[in-house]
């Protein structure tokens, strides 16, 4: 009688939890369901939308990469920003006052009210999904499918093409500003490696406007810094030897919100959006 009853409940507790968790139990491809998580956190962080009201702060300087990333952003965003200049000329960002806000000493430095950011795609990602629905759609939230696609072209930036074009950016353009010497050997061995990254770029944009989906997306705004001090060097010839990159690197750096993003004046006169 009494493991009878014990069975009986344990049947229960089986049935409830089959007809509670659907997807678990009866085998649907989760890659085919649309992201209705994101659609119900977003409620809150739509309210945080709505607070916005000018308090963004970013330390950064407006020749730095990754500065201008974030800028990007929010230009994109259309949203307003208080610039603070850290100057890495005169080696602002290893000194002690400047330590105590980011102790790895660099920019980009991010602030909303009491909330700190370092890491330019971090913070990226966090003003792209705390303003989703305004500006520029530059995450795609439609399926996990897109996403997952996304994701990858914007780890693709990272790790493939950003060690690269970092390198190229800082021998040809960072290292004249400073007065110091291109090691041309560095140069050439880099941009055999970065021609190989490339041809596997010529392949997708052949196929795709832009390199996550049709649209432009933050995949494609992540490439933008090294690409913009690269189209004033010799490596300029690898991107425009390839008619599909030649035709995205066109696109993507023509976009207004990127040309305020590179407006040195603006950001000395913090003339905000
Ligand atoms: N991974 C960091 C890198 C930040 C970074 O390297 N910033 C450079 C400027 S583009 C910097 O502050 N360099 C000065 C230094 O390292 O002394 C990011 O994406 O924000």
Redesign the pocket.
């Known amino acids: 009688m009494g493991s009878s009853i014990l069975l009986g409940s344990f049947a229960l507790v089986v049935m409830m939890a089959i007809s509670y968790e659907p997807f678990q139990w009866m085998g649907v491809n989760a890659s085919e369901v649309r992201i209705t998580c994101y659609h119900h956190c977003n409620q809150t962080f739509e309210s945080q939308e709505l607070a916005h009201k000018d308090e963004y702060k970013i330390y950064g300087?407006p020749y730095?990469?990754?500065?201008r990333?974030v800028l990007a952003v929010l230009h994109e965003k259309g949203l307003s920003y208080d610039p603070i200049t850290v100057d890495?000329k005169a080696g602002d960002?290893?000194k002690p006052r400047f330590l105590s806000i980011n102790p790895f000493?660099?920019?980009?430095v991010f602030l909303d009210g009491d909330l700190k950011l370092?890491?330019?795609?971090a913070i990226s990602e966090y003003i792209v999904t705390v303003h989703k629905s305004r500006g520029t759609q530059l995450l795609n939230y439609e399926s996990y499918k897109k996403m997952g696609t996304q994701r990858m072209w914007m780890a693709i930036e990272s790790f493939e093409f950003d060690p690269l074009t970092s390198i190229l950016t800082l021998e040809q353009s960072i290292k004249p500003m400073y007065g110091l010497k291109t090691d041309y050997k560095v140069v050439n061995e880099t941009e055999a490696k970065l021609e190989k990254v490339l041809d596997i770029y010529e392949e997708r944009l052949k196929k795709s406007s832009f390199l996550a989906s049709n649209s432009f997306t933050m995949a494609d705004l992540y490439h933008l810094p090294n690409i913009q001090y690269l189209m004033d060097t010799h490596t300029k010839r690898l991107f425009e030897n390839r008619p599909s990159v030649r035709r995205w690197v066109a696109e993507i750096i023509a976009r207004p919100a990127w040309k305020r993003a590179c407006d040195v004046k603006a950001w000395y006169h913090k003339k905000k959006n």
Do not use: A, D, F, M
């Open positions: 300087y730095s990469t990754n500065t990333r890495l960002q290893k000493g660099q920019v980009p370092t890491e330019s795609r």
